[in-house]
């Protein structure tokens, strides 16, 4: 069974401060993926990297994938109140998995103004 | 928007009885998935689909069936709702080379 570690589990932080939030592993994925989720509502997908050492920009949200494919993180820039919200990592097995994901714990970040 | 609609919105249920949340989708995406999510647990599978008729579980199965007699519609049932089956349910379909998954607005469920 493939594990994600999520961390840290909580983040409150002020509003312009910058933070991390990371996803490990010690099972090798061929994407991770990155999704967002307000409250009462379905996770909405970020990002998905594939490439060892990839690193996608999203605004001020900056993603990258572990060399060995088995780690992601997620840094936000100056963060806003709207940034707000549970951030989950979710990887990918590949092959014949049929899709199937395996999702982190999640981080419930409030960014407050 | 992926076109994924999932009813009922909430509901509220007694121990002991049966429950079936529905998802529907308008695209014709053949693989389907239904997830339970709980504080501290993220998103779990529970089961999931990759046809019409063809359905295999997930990590946390016990206590749930599903259904796919159309590609549109992929239904879960508790045969006999038990209180560690309160969680919120979601559903998800997954799309093109990267597998993307994209997500219901969800399932309150609450049983009494």
């Known amino acids: 069974t493939q594990l994600l570690e999520q961390s840290p589990q909580f983040l409150s932080i002020q509003e312009g401060e910058n933070l991390t939030v990371y996803c490990n592993s010690s099972?090798?994925?061929?994407?991770l993926q990155w999704y967002r989720q307000e409250p009462g509502e379905g996770p909405v997908l970020l990002v998905t990297?594939?490439?060892?050492?990839e690193v996608k920009k999203l605004k001020r949200l900056t993603f990258q994938f572990g060399d060995a494919r088995k780690d992601s993180s997620l840094h936000i820039t100056a963060a806003q109140p709207g940034d707000t919200g549970l951030y989950l990592c979710?990887?990918?097995?590949?092959?014949?998995?049929?899709?199937?994901?395996?999702f982190g714990q999640g981080t419930i970040l409030t960014v407050h103004p | 928007d992926a076109g994924i609609t999932q009813s009922p919105r909430h509901k509220v249920t007694e121990t002991g009885t049966p429950v079936t949340l529905r998802c529907h989708q308008t695209?014709?995406?053949?693989?389907m998935y239904w997830y339970r999510q709980d504080p501290g647990h993220g998103l779990r599978l529970i089961h999931y689909?990759?046809?019409?008729?063809?359905?295999d579980k997930g990590e946390v199965s016990d206590g749930y069936s599903v259904s796919r007699s159309k590609t549109e519609d992929f239904l879960l049932t508790l045969e006999s709702a038990t209180s560690s089956q309160t969680s919120v349910y979601f559903c998800?379909?997954?799309?093109?080379?990267?597998?993307?998954?994209?997500f219901g607005p969800g399932t309150r469920l609450t049983v009494t």
């Open positions: 689909s990759y046809g019409v008729k063809d359905t």
């Open positions: 990297v594939v490439t060892g050492g």
């Open positions: 979710a990887g990918d097995a590949g092959g014949t998995s049929y899709g199937k994901l395996t």
């Open positions: 099972s090798v994925f061929s994407s």
């Open positions: 695209e014709n995406h053949r693989y």
């Open positions: 998800a379909i997954s799309v093109g080379r990267g597998r993307e998954q994209y």
